[in-house]
Structures are given as C-alpha cells and as structure tokens.
C-alpha cells in the first residue's frame, strides 16, 4: 500500500529524499491535529500532483501569484496528515489551508500601491518572508503583520458539511501573545477570546516527551462558542503556494465575511485578474476609460508604469526585496 494520499487522477509521488525530509520536519504527527502517527504515516501534497493541481498552478502562474518553477513533488509542498484530517475534511476540500486575514489584507493593500502595478504577488510574499527574520527594518506598514508571517489558518469551506464536525487534538497549545513582532507565551491569565491572543499549533516544535493535551478544533460555530477564538498552523511551506492553493479554493461567486480569509482572497484574485488584463490591453494600445486622470490607482501612474513594464518583461528591474 502506497504511503501517499493519492491526489485524485495521479500517481506522481515524492521521491524517497523528499520523504526522509518531510518526515524529520513534522515529527511523525499531523500537522492539523498532531496526533502522534503510527509507522507508516501518509504524506499529503499541498497543491496535489493531479490535474486539480495543474489548474491551481496554472492560474497562480497567469497571475503572477507564484513561480512557474514550483516544485509539487519537493519536500516543501509536502505535509503528514493523518487519517481524519486527510480523509474527512482535506480530500473532499472541507477545509483548506490560508494565509491569515492580516497577511492577505496586507498584500491585496500591496497591489493597490502604483509602485507594485507589475510587482507579482510571490515577490511580495517573499518581501513579508524576509522581513519576518528583520522585523526591525521592515517598512512600518508592514510590522504589525510579521508575527503571522509563517501562520496559517485552517478555513472551513464547506460549513453545511462539517457543521457538527469538530478536530480532536492530542497536543492543544497554550495561549501565545504578540511581543517584538513574534508570538510568545501567554500569561496563564491570557484571555482566549481577545484577538491578540492565538493558539499555535505548531507539528515542528513537538518533543517525544511532551505531555498530551486534549482539545477541540470546532470547524463551525455550531458545535463550540470557542469557534471565534484564533487558532493558527506553523508549517513550514512557501507562502505563495498557500496561498495559491487557497485562492484556487475559492468561490468568487458567493459573498464572503467581510475581512475573512475568502473574502480577501477572492479580492485579490480579481485585482491580480484586473492589472493583468490592463497590463496585456496596454501592450495592445488599448486605453482604460480614466487612464491618466487622477482617481483609479495605476493608470494615474501609466507614463512612469510602461518602462517598467517594459523592463520586467525582458526580465531586468525586478527587485525581490525593494
Ligand atoms: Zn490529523
């Protein structure tokens, strides 16, 4: 039996190297629940080796959202997961993984910036990346998201089906708290329900002699009143491959909570859509009703914006941390 999840309509696997590296990063535990796995714990692709994952990577591609290099068979597209986590709610796309609100409310922010009408969105993740490691010389408007840079949040997509489901965990962290840019242990009298405080669940950071833990995930508000309080996953992957994966996930067509993880994702697919289209109609000559007239964003800058559209294409210009 193979010791893959399958991704539906592949058999494309990951090597033995990449395994051995997947399996020393997540300790031998899920990475949702982290539940301690038996031997022959399954490896799970963040964006799948199937066709379903072609799609998410060509759409990403097209909107500059993540490089076409992306490697789905390389250990950083790869993650444990247990059983339930895999079969109830990852396979049939009952949950997925996204970056935090914060994190995407910042890049959709990023786009609107004239300076960034040709800057692709994995440019900017990786800009956020590098300056979690140097949160003290990062621009101000970037500060207050590094601590969640390396997060993710665990979306319910389909709330009908899972609306009495609730995630066990064997290892329930304890509350941290924002302090120089980073999360850090709570005070035992933390209060779990204000927004500066978050449970990190963390597979990278369990010990063998860890003391078990017990408690609950709800993935609706129908099963615990605990559903509001924040929870984040420390995992290990590329921030733009989350996050193309996650906006592949998405409904544009339904209305999503305002300034949750669907509701910016879905935005910022449309403002990739948008600047890709007027880049493309620029090139063809095709002007924009209002270009060059004060309001509406990029096309006030369009004569400082066609050199350097000019300059990315032939590949020159580009800086990844400007
Ligand atoms: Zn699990």
Redo the contacts with the bound molecule.
Sequence with gaps: MSDEWSDEGSEATFSDTAKEDIHALYHES??????QLPAGEKFAHLIASSEDGDEAIELGVYLGLIESSYERLSAENGFL??????ASYFSLHNVALSPPPIVLRYILQSLHKPENFTRPVYEICQSLVYYSHYPQNAPDDMKDVLPYVGLYSLVTLNPVAVRWCA?M?MRFPPLSTIENFRFVPASGDADPSSPDNARIFDALSITSNMPISLGIIPLTDARSEEYTQKRYWRLPFKLEAVLTEFLARTNRATCHARDSEQYYSARIRTRCSTLKYQLEDMEAGIDWPGDGEGEGGVVANKPDVLPNVLEVRVGVGSEAFG
């Excluded at 899920?30 to 539940?35: N, S």
């Excluded at 997961?81 to 895999?86: F, I, P, V």
Aim: charged content about 0%; aromatic content about 8%.
């Design positions: 899920c990475a949702i629940c982290l539940f997961l247990c059983g339930t986590c895999n995630i965990s």
